[in-house]
C-alpha cells in the first residue's frame, strides 16, 4: 500500500474527497517527521511507538573490492509496534 492508496482509504471511511484525505495524510507523516528531527518520540496508543536512534561511525567494508571505508555517524528512524497492532497483525483482524 502506498501514500494514494491511504489516502483512498481515509477518504472513503471518512466521508471527504481524496485531496483533503492527502493533505491530512500528508499533514499527520509531515508531523511525524518534524517531531522526531527534533529528537522526540512520537507515542500513538494502540499503534506504536516512532523514534530515533543514534548510530555510531564505523569502519566498512566494500564487498566487491574489498576495500575498507569509513561510514559516517547518523541518527536513524524506528518504529515499535504497540500491542493491539501486533495482535491484529498476528490474528489477521484490523
Same mark, same amino acid.
Given at each position: 500500500?502506498? $501514500? #494514494? +492508496?491511504?489516502? &483512498?482509504?481515509?477518504?472513503?471511511?471518512?466521508?471527504?474527497?481524496? #485531496?483533503?484525505?492527502?493533505?491530512?495524510?500528508?499533514?499527520?507523516?509531515?508531523?511525524?517527521? +518534524?517531531?522526531?528531527?527534533?529528537? +522526540? %518520540?512520537?507515542?500513538?496508543? &494502540?499503534?506504536?511507538?516512532?523514534?530515533?536512534? *543514534?548510530?555510531?561511525?564505523?569502519? &566498512?567494508?566494500?564487498?566487491?573490492?574489498? +576495500? *575498507?571505508?569509513?561510514?559516517?555517524? *547518523?541518527?536513524?528512524?524506528?518504529? $515499535?509496534?504497540? $500491542?493491539?497492532?501486533? %495482535?491484529?497483525?498476528?490474528? &489477521?483482524? #484490523?
Amino acid at each position: 500500500m502506498n $501514500k #494514494s +492508496e491511504i489516502a &483512498g482509504r481515509v477518504a472513503g471511511r471518512i466521508g471527504v474527497g481524496r #485531496s483533503a484525505a492527502g493533505e491530512a495524510v500528508d499533514a499527520v507523516f509531515e508531523a511525524i517527521a +518534524e517531531t522526531l528531527a527534533r529528537g +522526540e %518520540d512520537v507515542r500513538i496508543i &494502540g499503534f506504536g511507538t516512532f523514534g530515533t536512534r *543514534s548510530r555510531p561511525a564505523r569502519t &566498512g567494508r566494500n564487498p566487491r573490492t574489498g +576495500e *575498507s571505508l569509513n561510514i559516517a555517524a *547518523s541518527t536513524t528512524p524506528t518504529f $515499535k509496534a504497540g $500491542k493491539p497492532l501486533r %495482535d491484529a497483525v498476528n490474528t &489477521g483482524e #484490523s
